[in-house]
């Protein structure tokens, strides 16, 4: 039963990659969204990719490329370069953002979310702490089956930069197992607490096969500063390329759910395009 609904889900991933076709997975850093095709971002030393990065790869070479990135399902890691800062952008083709919600999940806040996001069919990063993981898988497998990309954010969220790296191992990995157990995959992503990252997280991310991801613009709505105001500064900060940081547990988080509610279909409304970054599967 379990393993029917683990494969259910790996499939609605599957689908969902197939769905977004050849922009799903285009570039290592680039942003798929619809059937838009995506600027593919080179495999260049410079952390940051940019618009700047052209070369188009022939359509039928990269098409095939997702499906095998998937099976098996316990391959070895993707062998991923190690960074020393965080992506702080997201470039596709037009006027994409990328939604995150970190700290979570909480059956409170989060199903909310789920449900505005399901609405205007967007999709959206979450950036899971482990031990709020494990009491609640089926969010996670929600998550899949909308598909969200699920991200590592430490086991206890602690101050990394604090921590020795058999410490860092352990929160990073413990929370890898809870999510591929409960989403169907390992994370592609991570992101250190309070944007606090060292050497060692790099190093640490990158052998566990993910990239570290930042954020362009903080709500700051955990100091609950008013539904108006997150929403204000969502739309105020509103670009090509940002990531937008929210959270959707670590307090109480109504004004967050409300302002989604707000600022999404503002957004979309004003030509944007909310996708989630793709990574190439080598
Ligand atoms: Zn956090």
Redo the contacts with the bound molecule.
């Keep these: 039963m379990k393993k029917d609904q683990l494969l259910t889900r790996r499939g609605a991933l599957i689908a969902g990659a197939a769905a977004l076709g050849a922009a799903g997975c285009a570039g290592v850093l680039a942003s798929g969204g619809g059937d838009e095709p995506v600027r593919p971002v080179a495999p260049a030393p410079a952390p940051f990719p940019g618009p700047q990065a052209s070369s188009v790869p022939e359509p039928s070479g990269y098409r095939l490329q997702p499906l095998t990135g998937y099976a098996p399902a316990r391959a070895a890691p993707h062998r991923t370069r190690v960074r020393h800062e965080p992506f702080l952008r997201v470039y596709g083709r037009g006027r994409t953002m990328v939604l995150t919600f ?2 979570g999940p909480d059956p409170r806040y989060t199903p909310h979310i789920l449900d505005t996001l399901a609405e205007y069919d967007v999709r959206a990063m979450f ?1 899971v ?1 482990g031990e709020m993981a494990v009491d609640n898988q089926d969010l996670l497998a929600r998550m899949a089956d909308d598909g969200h990309i699920v991200g590592n ?1 430490t086991w206890t ?1 602690p101050l990394l930069t604090q921590l020795k790296r058999s410490q860092i191992r352990w929160e990073m990995k413990r929370t890898s197992d809870v999510i591929e157990n409960a989403y169907g995959q390992r994370p592609l992503w991570f ?1 250190a ?2 944007g606090a990252w060292n050497r060692a997280a790099f190093q640490l991310g990158a052998e566990m096969g993910m990239e570290p991801l930042a954020w362009t613009v903080d709500t700051l709505d955990w100091t609950t500063p008013g539904t108006r105001t997150i929403v204000d500064r969502v739309e105020d900060g509103a670009a090509p390329g940002v990531v937008v940081l929210s ?1 959707d547990a ?1 307090g109480n988080r109504s004004q967050s759910v409300r302002a989604l509610r707000h600022y999404l279909p503002d957004l979309l409304d004003s030509g944007y395009h909310i996708t989630v970054p793709r990574r190439r599967y080598a």
């Design positions: 970190d700290d950036f702490c954010h969220h992101r607490p309070y959270h670590g």
